[in-house]
Each structure stands twice: as structure tokens, then as C-alpha cells.
């Protein structure tokens, strides 16, 4: 395995004198380094054993000027004015494997990625995480508000129907789970959703495009440990797929409320009547593009094979982020045989596209080796699109294997990605503060709290009692296991 | 040393049972248990070692029937009505030391304790504590806005006066720092604050009350293991104060915007004005209370030495919250001859009033044992008002230095307290959400988040370009060493 540079100890110190070159006080910076480097330095030697890592990296730079740029760009708009790629959509979509196009990387793919990266992140942004609600493990919002709400109404695209899997299959549970006896659901987890363009965007973009966008987890060690061993045959030839994400996403069960059909058979279905009404009725010309992170790239690699096989005559991509391996080679080759083109975008010093093959485990931050017993059998597929975290000056130095792995941080990485040879595009204009989310990985200079993107009071709300409760839900935002955005569209 | 009850690693186990009962998912109630436990073994064994305390512990409750219980009161006042309790101030003011009063705890005084400690909350729930933010260390409003953000509007009192106290003393910096370079101030970090009656309030308590209110703060071992080992003399007798308490009472310098003056002397100065105002001009019947937070309850102690100093006929009370020992006998003498009044409120499990002798360090989660060198020197004053954790069926069991040291922690459990052998007040009416603001001590059947107590995006906003910014302060909030509400008062 090829080694990869991980910051180690030494640049935390690096760090430490950064922060007391801007005065912080000594009690805060010698507790970081005792935190920090004490984990950093327990991971890093766990690693340096597991994957025989250099320890030698640049010099952290010291961001002097990070602050200013910074400041400029903070009254200017994340975006740049979309253009028209209606005769080049195909290049984009991969027709040809992305050839040329990655390494430099195209601006008109890049911004695509984004958008479809955006996608993916909505599934996380929107996701009922308080496990004191009886919502838990739901969307939090209405299909129809999910874009307002994710910050995507620009977007060009509307929602048309929500994704059920399963979460208490065989497995040790992974998904969002209440606490509670009563809940929406004791059975399924929302975990992605279809949306199609609208008729402005599908003439910018030269065709009208379908998008399923898959929801990741963070995923315990024990789930890769009891089913990252188990290879299960998929279709009639040799394909072989990893038990864990196909059961997830072929789960179902009679006495439960969303999960009567799979997550496999809600997606099927929705993308049948999709393509009969733009494809067959309206004679459209029609895309499939399949999105996800982690778990969610696994899902959408599944999700497009099974699509392939369903619409044979339909342009079928994928845009995974930081997605584990799938399946086999035989798997791979028959994705290839079905014309599925896919776009890997991975970091080089997040773990998880490693899997299986490492295992981490975020509760209990430590690092487990399968290599030896797996490697030979599973195999990535598809193009590559690979970013590397020093690229970015808005990036602290120091291993943070959740940080590194966020989909907030890809996303970064893309926006600033020229090409593997050149640094960070300095005209990058999406909002750096995005990335520090759900993680802390922005240089202090910036100023951008860590873990920020919270609710009020975690949702909680005072009520003319003076009370702290918990508001119930707005009626249309409670899931049903039926709804579906109807009335915006003729099906 | 008298041998005080910690749950330790066994009633973990009862509550990851009581969990499972409420079909919390194994991997959770592992995790759970396993992180809990393990940190409560460690803490529990250190703690034992240190105070030979007994292991066994009453069986938590299952508290079946507590849902219902938050329910019903979900949409009830937080506050009985207020009583008139102007020709029994003095008695509950301590003039015969709460003899009588304390065990059964009178309602009137119950009510009024609880009033200061809301008082001293104000102190924790309105710091800027951003470390990013340019006013970290100080009150994030306008000292006439505080009680409404603090939700004490109705509280009767009307803030005169913030007090500043240096932040960059002879010890290890133990206050709130900025990280940056150009803050309102490096030095200095608000403090707490002076408030008194409006006329209304004085009528009901019999008497215009100016209120001192201290902060509190975590405090890093290294501060007390530096600075509790010293002993300073304190007036013209033989007393003696813990000099890191006295030194963030008296330090200033020059150079300082907000400390040009000490804390110690902005707040006699206050009080100086607020007495000649209401008792030598108006002729009022006047009181003066100080309460304070851990820390905030040290500082009150020494300030009411001073005041009992510089207003000899001043009725003079202290209310303290899980207050450490503060000086040497001499010093409690002559608090007592002075005739100054203390009620130390503390709970039986925090381990903080048992300082100096023992200490906690947040960040490393370890306890120093310095009794032996200590113990004989410093000395506890005034009547003792002692709770239990284990009174209230909404707490958890299990160890949590943390949550017990908590002034929610103790606002909740003596709203609760009516006698030492009686079981927690059923029609106890404030929020018990509150306790969890900044802990995890409430039981999960009350459904309230941990640690809710939270800025929506801490604080960021979304402007109109879609970046995620640090909103400039409203001006008027923005801190000036001057401020005073000179309109409100004609001083």
C-alpha cells in the first residue's frame, strides 16, 4: 500500500507556537498540546504500524495573511454566476471517464461536483441527530422545504420523494436511534432522497437530470468487523458486494411503517416513474447521477448497478466522496460492461476509502487492520479525483481522521483544487467557514468556531410558562411513509 | 473526614440496565457504559483513595412515572407567587444565623436563596466565552439588558454597575482569553456585577437591597496547587486569605483599560454610592447581599469583609454556592464579630467546598489530594445549608464532579430541599430542564438535551452572500470601562 504523509506530533507543536505567537494564554496552549498531541501521537503510532507511514511533512505554513483574505472575501458571493453546458454536459456527466478533465481539473466539472457534493451534505445538514426525539433518525423538514432549509434553493432542483432503509437489520444498529419507546419509527432511518432538475436548470445543464443522493454514517468498528468479511453475490454473474451495505439497502420488513419495500425498491420505483414520465412520455433526454459520502458512496455504487440493469439506454454516473470499497473485481468489471461512469473523490489522508482494510471507530478512536485477510478481494472502480488535505492554507496540520474525513472538508478541497501540481485556487469562492460544521479543522486565523452548525438551545424553546420544552413538530414535517411531492409534478 | 456516598462503576451498570429497558440500542448502552464507566472506575477509585469513601450506594430509582410528572408540569409557572415577606427580612436575612430556618428549609428563605443564586447564574449564562470572539471574557450585553437575557426581568432588581477583575494576575491565567490579538481587553475579564430592589421589590423585603453578584469559573489545578498553599494577611488582625482569591480581588495596573482599579475598589466605590443614595440621603432601611459561584463565592466572602469594614451598621449577608475554604480562623472570627452573615450552601457530593484539600482538574480529570498539608489551615464560616444529589429522582446516578458542582445543580436540588430527612418537594416548580444547561445530569426520561445551553451556530450568521459571519456587536454591548446606568438612578 502506497505510504501516505500524516502529520504526527511534531506539528502540533508546530501549531502550539502559532497559537502562542498569538498569545494565547499558556494554560490553553498546553492543554491542547497535551490533548491533541496525546491522541494524535496514540493514532499516529497505531497507524505508522498499520500502513508503515512516513512521519516526515512541510512545515505547517504560519496562515499571515490567512485572516485578510479572509475578511475580503466575506461580502462576496460563494458562487460564481452558473454557466450554460448544455453541448458539454456529457463530457461532464463522464461519457468518457472524466479523461482530461481531472488533473487539470476542468472549472465546469468542478462546479459541478459541488453541486452534487451539496447534495450529499443536505442528507447530513437535514437529519434528526437528537436522541431524545421521537423524530430521531427522520429529516427534519418536509421534502418540499429540504433545499431552503440545506441552503440549496438556488440549486435548480426540487425533491420528489424521500429514501427509508432499515436500522435494525442484521447488524449491530449504525443508523440515528431514539431513545425513546414511541417514535416516528423504531424500524428505518431517512437516508437519501431523488431530485430531479427543473426546467431552467435542465436547459443550462442540456438534459433533464435525476439525482439520488445517498446519506453516510459514521460507522462503528464493530459493523465493519462482523460484516466487512462477508462478500454476497449480487445479479446472476460473479458480482460479489459487501453484506453490510447490501442489506442496507435491500432491508425491508412487513410490520414496519417505511421499510415494507427496501430502500432498494422505493429508489427503483421512483426512478421508473421519473423516467416514464421525462423519458418515454416527454421525450427528454435524461441523465441518472447517483451521489453519496461513506456509507453513502457504497450505497450509490449499489444503487447504480441495480439502475444500470433497469435502464439499460440511460446515462448513469456517480459522484462518490470518500466511499469505501464496494465489491469485487468481477463487480467492477460488470459496472464498466453497463457503461456506469464513476467518479471517486477521495482525500489522500482520509482512511475510510482505505476500507475494508482499516477500520476506525470514532467512539472509541482507534484503528483496526484487516489488509491482510481483504485487500485482495475487494477493489475500487472508476476514476479518480484525488485531493490532498495540505493543499489547503485554510487547513489546520495534525492527523484528524474525522476532520479529514467530513464531507464539508472534500468539498473545500474541491472548490480550491487546480491540479495536483499547482496550490489552493485563490479565487475559490466557497464559503470557508463550512467545513469547521461538524469538525475542527479550520487554522485559528479564521476564526470560525468548531463543531458550530447547531440549533438554538439544541431546539429546545421557552414557552410563556418560562419552561424549556421541546416544540413539536410542525404536522408536515412529521414523516409519512407515503409522501410524496405530487402535486408539483403531473406522474 | 467524614465519608461521603459516590455511586460508582456498579450503579453505571443499573443505569445502562434501566437504558435497555428503554430499548436504547446495544451499541449505545455499550459505548455508553464503557466510556461512563471506565471514567467514573478511574475518578472512583481516585476518589476513594483520597476520602476512603464508602462504595455502596441506595439503587437508583427507576423513575417510571417522571415523564408524566415533567408533562404535567410542562405548562405551570416556574415561580410561586411572591409573598410579602417585609416585617421577616431579618430573620431571613440571617441576623439570628437561619436558626430554625434551615432544616426544614422555610419557604420564604427557600425562595429568596434561590432568587441570589439566579443572580450568580447571570454571571455564567451572559460571558462571552468564544474564545475566537474579540470580546471573549466579557458580558455579552448591556448592563441594562442583562436580566432580560437572563430571563430575570421579573427578578425586581435593576443592574447598576459590572465589575472588572484582572485576568492576567501573578497565577497561571484561569479566565477566559481571547485568542486574538486585538480584543476590548487582554487583561481584564468581567467579574459579576452590583443590582438593587426597585421600589416595588423593596416593599415586598422590607428594605431597598443592593445585591453583589460574583463569577465563578473552572479552575485549572495548576492555579490552586500554585496559589492555595499561600496564606496572605488581610486587614490589620491576624487573618488570613488564600492569596490567588485576594490577588483576583485586589490586583490592577495601570495600564489596564478596565483595571485601573481593582475589582475590590470598583465595588466598594459602587456600593459607597449606592449607600449614601438610599440610606444617608432617601433614609431607607438598606441590606446588603453578596452571593457568589464556587470561586464567585470566595470572592463574595472577601468583599464581605470589606464592606462589614467600610459600613459598620450595614446589615450584611453572604449566600454562597459550593464555596472552597477561603481563609484561616482569625478571618472567620472576624467576619463573625463584624456580624456579617454567611449561608454556604453546599452538596454533599462536590467535591469543591472541600477545597483547598482537595482538587479537580476539568481538563485532565484527575483529583490532587493537598489535605494533609492544608486541612488545618483553612476553615469554613457561617451556617451550612447541605444538600444531596441523591434527593432528587430527576438526577442521575453515577459520579459527575462536573454536574454536581453545577449552580443549576444546586438552584434545582434546593428548589427541591425541604428537610434532610424528607424526600425531594413534589411541587417543586422551576425548570428542571435548566440543570442540564451546561451538564449531563438529568435522567434521560426527561428527554432534555445535555449541554443545550447554546447559541444557534455560536453565534454565526448567514449574510446576504451566503457566507457564515461573526455579527458585529450591537455598540451599546460592546463593553466600556465607564458604563454606569447614571439615567436610571440620579446619583
Given amino acids: 500500500m502506497k505510504a501516505i504523509h500524516l502529520p504526527l506530533v511534531t506539528h502540533l507543536h508546530h501549531h502550539n507556537l502559532d497559537l502562542t505567537k498569538n498569545r494565547v494564554p499558556k494554560v490553553y496552549a498546553y492543554q491542547d498540546v497535551v490533548k491533541t498531541s496525546k491522541k494524535s501521537n496514540r493514532l499516529g503510532e497505531k497507524l505508522s504500524n498499520l500502513l508503515n507511514i512516513q512521519k516526515n511533512d512541510p512545515p505547517p505554513s504560519t496562515h499571515s495573511t490567512l485572516n485578510n483574505i479572509h475578511e475580503d472575501k466575506a461580502n462576496t458571493p460563494t458562487m460564481s454566476p452558473k454557466e450554460d453546458i448544455s453541448d458539454r454536459w456529457r463530457d461532464i456527466h463522464g461519457v468518457h471517464e472524466w479523461e482530461g478533465l481531472l488533473d487539470p481539473l476542468h472549472p465546469l466539472l468542478r462546479r459541478e461536483i459541488v453541486k ?17 426525539s421521537e423524530y430521531c433518525g427522520s429529516c427534519m423538514y418536509n ?6 432549509k440545506s441552503g440549496l434553493n438556488k440549486s435548480g432542483y426540487k425533491v420528489t420523494k424521500y429514501i427509508y432503509a432499515m436500522s435494525q437489520i442484521d447488524m449491530p444498529q449504525w443508523l440515528e436511534r431514539s431513545k425513546l419507546t414511541y417514535t416516528w419509527s423504531k424500524d428505518s432511518n431517512w437516508i437519501g432522497f431523488v431530485a430531479v432538475s427543473d426546467d431552467e436548470e435542465s436547459r443550462r445543464i442540456g438534459r ?6 445517498w446519506r453516510g454514517t459514521v460507522t462503528p468498528s464493530e459493523w465493519y468487523e462482523n460484516m466487512q468479511r462477508k462478500l454476497e453475490s449480487i445479479g446472476h454473474m460473479d458480482s460479489k458486494v459487501e453484506h453490510g451495505f447490501l442489506s442496507i439497502y435491500t432491508s425491508k420488513c412487513d410490520s414496519t411503517r417505511y421499510n415494507k419495500s427496501s430502500a432498494s425498491e422505493q429508489v427503483m420505483k421512483e426512478l421508473k416513474t421519473l423516467v416514464d414520465f421525462y423519458k418515454t412520455k416527454s421525450a427528454e433526454q435524461v441523465s441518472l447521477t447517483i451521489t453519496g459520502h461513506s456509507l453513502g458512496g457504497a450505497l450509490a455504487l449499489l444503487n447504480a448497478y441495480e439502475s444500470a440493469a433497469n435502464f439499460p439506454k440511460l446515462p448513469i454516473s456517480v459522484i462518490s466522496f470518500a466511499a469505501p470499497r464496494v465489491g469485487n473485481i468481477a463487480f467492477r468489471d460488470e459496472l464498466y460492461q453497463m457503461g456506469v461512469k464513476i467518479l471517486r473523490v477521495t482525500v489522500k489522508q482520509d482512511l475510510v476509502p482505505r476500507m475494508p482494510g482499516i477500520v476506525l471507530n470514532e467512539s472509541l478512536q482507534k484503528f483496526d487492520d484487516l489488509t491482510g485477510t481483504l485487500e485482495w478481494i475487494y477493489t475500487h472502480v ?31 478541497l474541491v472548490d480550491g483544487f487546480v491540479s495536483s501540481s499547482s496550490t489552493f485556487r485563490s479565487n475559490a469562492k466557497r464559503d470557508v467557514a463550512l467545513v469547521n460544521k461538524a469538525c475542527d479543522m479550520l487554522v485559528d486565523e479564521l476564526r470560525i468556531p468548531t463543531c458550530w452548525y447547531q440549533l438554538a438551545h439544541k431546539g429546545l424553546e421557552c414557552n410563556s410558562y ?11 414535517d412529521i414523516p409519512s411513509p407515503t409522501s410524496r411531492e405530487e402535486n408539483t409534478y403531473g406522474f
Avoid at 208 to 213: E, F, H, M, Q, S
Fill in 208 to 213: 433533464r437530470d435525476i439525482v439520488v443522493a
Fill in 466 to 476: 418560562g419552561r424549556w420544552v421541546r416544540p413539536k413538530r410542525d404536522p408536515e
Fill in 143 to 148: 421534502s418540499h422545504k429540504l433545499f431552503d
Fill in 382 to 412: 472508476g476514476a479518480e479525483l484525488k485531493l490532498d488535505v495540505r493543499s489547503s492554507p485554510y487547513l489546520k496540520r495534525g492527523f484528524n481522521f474525522i476532520g479529514i474525513h467530513m464531507l464539508e472538508t472534500y468539498l473545500h
Fill in 116 to 132: 452534487y457534493g451539496e447534495f450529499a451534505q443536505a442528507t447530513y445538514d437535514a437529519l434528526d441527530i437528537d436522541s431524545f
